[in-house]
């Protein structure tokens, strides 16, 4: 069995915080992530997916279990006819090239999002009124007792999640996406790039959202702003200065400071504007927020 033992997981995280991973496997085939899913699931280990870290708060403490990182065959996209099929593992921005390339339109709204083809599933990643609801077809999921496609309906994608459990691993995803030409693919993300630009803290280390958007007419993020959190800090965190919906890296962090400051925007926020802030990243290890 190749694993790898006590990776640390803030290299894992676009934030750049957790402690280890008790196991780290790397699987490239199909076969190799079967074989993982059944070691774990015979030795008592939970397992967690971890895509491109980039909507990911994992523990200090880290993670006592197996996680898996899917990379070559479950990392490669490519195009037949209408269809993107791409390993979970598979990057955003690669699916979009080989869209691109292969002259296929649909996944543009995607080019911001920094994560991969299977996590865009379990957390159903959308933006610019588009989301993996909308392009995918089906995805294959693996378990401990095999692998079996899902269409988009069994997925059960809603606002930010899935219907998938934490032990259910996207080993690969099929988009069905629609002919259009290339130098038009290429100038509308060149658009949506520069919107995303102009509103967010795209040079820092942070993990996208914190917050879903409440039941409100403010989004989470013009709720913390009006609470006074813009630029707060707690140890090595601090929410954006640009956008308070984003926890910022700023120097050392520690999960327990982005926690320590998503603990007083839920704090604040229901405080203030009676709102129950639920957090839009995963948590991996042993992670949880106070009560309100
Ligand atoms: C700068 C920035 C901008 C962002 N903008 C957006 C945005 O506009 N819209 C948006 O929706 N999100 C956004 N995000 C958040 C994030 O990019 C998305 O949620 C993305 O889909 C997460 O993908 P990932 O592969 O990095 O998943 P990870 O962050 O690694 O994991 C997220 C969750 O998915 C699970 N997971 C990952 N891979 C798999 C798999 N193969 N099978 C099963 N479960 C898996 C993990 O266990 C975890 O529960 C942004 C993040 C950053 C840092």
Redesign the pocket.
């Known amino acids: 069995m190749n694993v790898e033992e006590r990776v640390p997981l803030a290299r894992m ?2 934030i750049g915080t957790g402690g280890p991973a008790r196991w780290l496997g790397r699987p490239q085939t199909l076969a190799e992530l079967e074989e993982l899913l059944r070691w774990a699931s015979s030795e008592g280990f939970p397992v ?9 708060l994992a523990a200090d403490e880290g993670v006592d279990g197996l996680v898996l990182r ?1 990379e070559g065959e479950l990392a490669a996209a490519s195009v037949k006819g209408e269809i993107l099929t791409a390993g ?2 598979a990057a ?1 921005a690669v699916c979009l090239h080989r869209a691109r390339s292969g002259g296929l339109g649909g996944f543009e709204f995607a080019c ?5 083809a ?6 159903n ?3 610019y009124g588009g ?1 993996w609801k909308t392009v995918v077809a089906r995805a294959l999921v693996s378990s401990p007792d095999g692998s079996a496609w899902f269409d988009v309906d069994e997925l059960g994608l809603e606002y ?1 999640r899935s219907g ?1 459990d ?1 032990h ?4 690969a995803v099929e988009f069905g996406l629609a002919p259009r030409p290339p130098d038009e693919i290429k100038a509308h993300v060149r658009e949506l790039n520069a919107q995303r630009k102009a509103a ?1 803290p ?1 040079n820092r280390r ?4 914190v917050f879903k958007n409440p039941d409100h007419e403010l989004s989470a993020g013009r709720v913390l702003e009006a609470v006074g959190l813009k630029g707060h800090r707690i140890g090595g965190a601090q929410i954006s200065p640009r956008h308070a919906n984003f926890i910022e890296n700023a120097d050392e962090a520690r999960t327990a400071d982005a926690l320590a400051l998503m603990a007083e925007a839920r704090r604040r926020a229901h405080e203030e504007f009676g709102v129950e802030l639920e957090h ?1 990243v ?1 948590f ?1 290890g042993p992670i949880e927020l106070p009560t309100l």
């Open positions: 995280t676009t967690t997916t971890v895509g491109l870290g980039s909507n990911l899917l979970g593992g955003n911001a999002i920094p994560g991969t299977g996590g865009g599933v379990r957390m990643a959308g933006a989301d930010r998938l934490a259910q691993v996207v080993a967010q795209v942070t993990f996208g959202s839009e995963a991996v």
